[in-house]
């Protein structure tokens, strides 16, 4: 493994009576591509201003290369921030923007200019060198606003929802890009985003925020398959939460009984026994089969078509309210709505979490 | 984009259109209130004055020629430049332009810091800022004398605290015309910049100091040149009723503090005084204050095309 570039330990951050960070602590590889990934309000802009230096944090420690950084002002951290709204000069010329940063750390014109028009060019913008920021699209003043915070070569790049502003389509190109640039740059990004797809498709390794809480530092596939809690099931990803009663816990595995009275076993990141637990059911892990070999019973009420798949909205017996993706090419067998339907729970279906 | 209306015309052309005649009572304001009085005063400036005030109505440049022509005594002189008049104008320029320097220095922190409160203090900073001026400006400036006399509260203070053991002697001075100066229109200065630090989107000072600019080298780089056009809004409306004053030189300055305005003003008071004349040094003021305006709009066009 490569060394830690930031290390974030017990970092509290309260602004008046309101704590917005509880002793968050999160380490940051060397080349890695580290997202920040929690609902609006979480408490995600915060940790990157305090990791900037806009805010003093109120306890514990940001270490870069294992040093405090609580005594540099944001001016002297080796760190660049895409901001939300990219905040570019709007009085300057886009290579002006990407110079600014190289020139007051004392580059020569000659070679700020040839800096800033590599890194315009590694977001291929070379051809607008000389226009201003409101001259140009909401994507290419994103670019902009990455090329200006690349040029410098931070130790870390900061980027606040920096996909946010862009439409869809546009959206979902500069995603893969981002991670190229990321790879071809070798500088560690924390990435701040509240949108669970972007997330997954773009990281090295999540952490999942709630309320100044880290829930779950993980791979994407870690966070999507083993989510620790409740939180972090129901966030990321789609998910049917069931309250079910707990039979035994054993090495990781919970035996829980199914609504209709079946056993289950399934994984758990719980240890102890406990007596009440919520089963997290992903739907496309689901399956229609036989009422003789189903672990649930349901009647079907809805259908959504998504294209690729399709969305079966049920009702358990309780009137508790699921959802089931099936994929489209099964779409001959789809019930009526009304009919009852048996479930059949795939490997990985099933987790089980605290109430 | 703007949408397209049933009948083919766009709505912004028909919006356009609504525009015009909502500047109707502007056209009235500006032709009767300006245009009129303006065209007034360059036809007086050409008439051949009256003795007691008032013209002849017979066409002379014998205004303009006072003003700028040193025939000597008796007139018979070959004419040389007569300094007396653009001495004074000199010298008004250099007080309305130091007036507006000295409203820049204490306008520009004054309205960064209302802009920096919060909504409702800044609501009561602004009054606070304003409040004064509801008060008529010839007695704002005549309180003015009697703060700064020799035998007012201002020296009464410091040779009370012994800071000086003799009055400041700053009546009738040119400190004293900029005090005054700077007292009657400090709120040009502050509003004009309040309203543009208000409208600063403080990321880009965040920006700044991210990409490892200092705070001087952030005011210099970054706020200045982007709160330019109320910086430049505030001197204009500072410097330009400064080179007309005639209330503050007239109480607060001595004959050495004598500028246009109080010049102006002579020519039509009274019996000494002399219309023609009076109406050319307007059109003179009213010239320069025009150079300065034009040479700044074709600066900020130039800049808008860059
Ligand atoms: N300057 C501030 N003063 C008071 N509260 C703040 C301030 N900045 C952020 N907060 C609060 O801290 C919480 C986290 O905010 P933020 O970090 O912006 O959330 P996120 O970026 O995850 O949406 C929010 O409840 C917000 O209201
Ligand atoms: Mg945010």
Redesign the interface.
């Known amino acids: 493994m490569t060394g830690t570039v930031i290390n974030i330990d017990r970092v509290v951050k309260r602004f008046g009576t309101f704590t917005a960070l509880h002793e968050v602590s999160l380490d940051i590889a060397e080349n890695e591509f580290f997202t920040l990934l929690g609902p609006s309000g979480c408490g995600k802009t915060t940790l990157l201003r305090c990791i900037a230096g806009f805010e003093p944090v109120s306890g514990g420690q940001i270490r870069l290369h294992g040093e405090d950084i609580a005594p540099l002002p944001p001016f002297k951290r080796p760190v660049n921030t895409v901001f939300q709204h990219y905040a570019l000069f709007p009085h300057m010329t886009v290579l002006e923007n990407v110079m600014f940063g190289l020139q007051r750390l004392g580059w020569s014109v000659v070679d700020a200019e040839g800096r800033a028009k590599q890194a315009l060019e590694l977001v291929h913008l070379s051809q607008f060198l000389k226009r201003r920021p409101g001259q140009l699209s909401g994507g290419q003043q994103q670019r902009v606003a990455l090329a200006r915070a690349l040029a410098p070569e931070p130790k870390v790049l900061l980027l606040d929802e920096p996909l946010s502003a862009l439409d869809l389509k546009l959206r979902q190109a500069v995603r893969m890009e981002l991670k190229q640039i990321q790879r071809e740059t070798g500088i560690a990004f924390v990435f701040v985003t509240h949108d669970q797809e972007e997330a997954l498709t773009m990281s090295d390794r999540i952490a999942v925020m709630s309320d100044g809480h880290v829930q779950q530092i993980g791979a994407p596939r870690e966070i999507y398959e083993a989510p620790v809690n409740r939180f972090v099931a129901d966030f990321i990803g789609e998910t049917n939460l069931i309250e079910v009663p707990v039979l035994g816990i054993a090495d990781g595995m919970a035996e829980v009984s199914l609504p209709g009275g079946r056993a289950l076993r399934c994984p758990t990141p719980l240890n102890r026994a406990v007596g009440q637990g919520v089963l997290s059911l992903r739907p496309e892990r689901i399956d229609l089969c036989p009422a003789s070999e189903a672990d649930l019973t349901v009647i079907a009420t809805d259908q959504v078509y998504l294209g690729t798949d399709i969305q079966l909205k049920a009702q358990l017996a309780g009137g508790q309210e699921m959802t089931v993706r099936l994929q489209n090419a099964q779409a001959t067998r789809l019930p009526e709505r009304g009919a009852e339907v048996g479930l059949k729970l795939e490997a990985g279906a099933a987790r089980l979490l605290s109430a | 984009m703007a949408a397209m209306a049933p009948g083919g015309a766009s709505s912004s052309e028909i919006y356009k259109g609504h525009a015009k005649r909502l500047l109707l009572p502007t056209w009235l304001v500006i032709g009767v209130f300006l245009l009129v009085p303006v065209a007034l005063m360059a036809t007086y400036s050409v008439l051949t004055k009256e003795f007691r005030g008032g013209v002849i109505w017979e066409f002379s440049l014998a205004a303009y020629d006072q003003f700028f022509l040193d025939r000597g005594l008796f007139g018979d002189e070959p004419p040389r430049i007569e300094w007396t008049y653009l001495t004074i104008f000199w010298r008004s320029i250099w007080q309305a332009g130091l007036a507006t320097l000295l409203c820049l220095l204490i306008g520009f922190p004054t309205a960064w810091f209302i802009a920096t409160r919060d909504a409702r203090m800044r609501t009561v900073w602004l009054l606070i800022v304003t409040v004064p001026y509801w008060v008529n400006l010839l007695i704002r400036t005549v309180s003015m004398k009697f703060l700064i006399r020799d035998e007012g509260p201002l020296n009464a203070v410091l040779l009370w605290s012994g800071l000086i053991d003799q009055p400041l002697g700053l009546i009738n001075t040119n400190l004293a015309v900029q005090l005054g100066l700077f007292y009657s229109y400090l709120p040009f200065m502050v509003l004009p910049i309040y309203a543009a630090v208000e409208r600063y989107?403080f990321?880009?000072s965040?920006?700044?100091?991210?990409?490892?600019?200092?705070r001087w080298?952030t005011l210099r780089?970054?706020i200045l040149?982007?709160v330019?056009p109320g910086l430049i809004a505030g001197c204009i409306l500072v410097f330009v009723p400064s080179l007309g004053a005639f209330l503050a030189p007239d109480l607060l300055g001595g004959a050495k503090s004598f500028m246009i305005g109080s010049l102006i003003e002579e020519q039509f008071k009274g019996a000494a005084g002399n219309w023609p004349f009076g109406a050319a040094a307007a059109m003179i003021l009213m010239s320069i204050v025009m150079v300065v305006l034009l040479v700044y709009a074709r600066a900020q066009t130039r800049e808008a095309t860059a």
């Open positions: 989107d990321a880009l965040e920006a700044a100091a991210d990409l490892y600019a200092g080298t780089l970054v040149p982007v330019r």
